[in-house]
């Protein structure tokens, strides 16, 4: 197929990009060059290159940000989703697309609650989760109408290259720069004793290939681990890898109440036999080595 790419220079787009052409489909990424937000620029897109599929990932993706610019969040992850729906109804009515959405579109529960599934009722705390949850909105509205639509409510996924904006790939950050002596050994943290479902991205990224099948349903799918993972095993398990010991102080800019929030896939796994295949193990040794070299040192 020929599939188009939103949001292709950001941490995901550029890992799915390469994945999409190994794949044998014919993938184009575009990113600020094509202003989703923008009707005549996302219209004139779609129309040069007449894409089989769509894959959105163009949003702001912080939640921390959302709070801070809850205005350029609306437009970009609502408005966009809006005009980028509207260009393929117009042009590509027969295009699958695939809305990416987020975990944090549900509330996050009580310790020790059953793993939440796509029938779980949305309860979006942030601008973020707000507009990705109204995009999710425009989705179904525009499936209703007849356009082939699948939204994914994607948990926390992280691997070699994503920001220090997110929990994981934070710490990892902090860790190595404490091992490479370029940082006292204090962490600085949030809440630790909240509990979040990890995937690597390059599981999310098989999810999302998957879900291109045209064999598959449209709908709305989770794509989780199912595991529940408090964030202090993020921490103690990246200070075991890097072989350190550091004072813990909290952070009040990065606290929130403790809370739970971990995915059923089995709708996905009933579609596709998806299942993630690297486990958190790999995924904080793959994140600290990814750390050390940015930081300048070695594996």
């Known amino acids: 197929m020929r599939i188009f790419v939103t949001g292709a220079s950001g941490f995901v787009g550029q890992k799915l990009i390469p994945r999409l052409s190994a794949a044998g489909h014919e993938a184009i990424g575009a990113d600020r060059e094509v202003d989703v937000t923008d009707p005549v ?12 599929a769509v894959v959105h990932l163009a949003a702001m993706s912080s939640v921390a940000q959302s709070w801070k610019q809850p205005e350029s969040c609306y ?3 609502f408005l966009g989703t809006h005009r ?3 260009a393929v109804e117009t042009l590509i009515p027969g295009a699958r ?3 990416i959405g987020s975990a944090d579109q549900y509330a996050a529960t009580a310790a020790q609650a ?5 029938s779980t009722p949305l309860c979006p705390r942030s601008p ?3 507009t990705k949850a109204a995009g999710e909105l425009l989705g179904r509205e525009a499936a209703r109408r007849g356009l082939d639509v699948v939204c994914v409510r994607a948990f926390n996924h992280t691997g070699a290259g994503q920001p220090d904006h997110f929990v994981a790939s934070s710490f990892a950050r902090q860790v190595a720069a404490i091992r490479l002596g370029r940082a006292a050994p204090v962490m600085r943290v ?14 999310v990224l098989r999810a999302y290939l998957a879900l291109l099948d045209r064999d598959v349903a449209p709908g709305v799918y989770n794509v989780a681990s199912e595991q529940p993972t408090p ?3 993020i921490l103690d398990r990246l200070f075991e890898i890097a072989g350190i010991e550091a004072a813990v102080e909290t952070d009040p800019a990065r606290w929130r109440d403790t809370d739970w929030l971990v995915g059923d896939a089995s709708r996905l796994r009933a579609a596709t036999g998806w299942r993630p295949e690297i486990d958190l193990d790999g995924i904080l040794r793959e994140l600290f080595a990814d750390w050390l070299a940015r930081e300048g040192g070695d594996a």
């Not at 059953?114 to 796509?118: D, G, H, I, K």
């Not at 949030?190 to 390059?202: A, E, I, M, T």
């Open 128 to 130: 973020y989760a707000r």
């Open 84 to 86: 980028l729906l509207r």
């Open 190 to 203: 949030g809440n630790l004793d909240s509990v979040r479902d990890f995937l690597h991205v390059d599981d």
């Open 231 to 233: 964030i202090r095993e």
């Open 97 to 99: 697309v695939l809305l």
């Open 114 to 118: 059953r793993p939440l599934t796509e």
């Open 75 to 77: 437009r970009l992850n």
């Open 41 to 52: 620029q996302i219209t004139r897109a779609i129309a040069e290159h007449a894409p089989d």
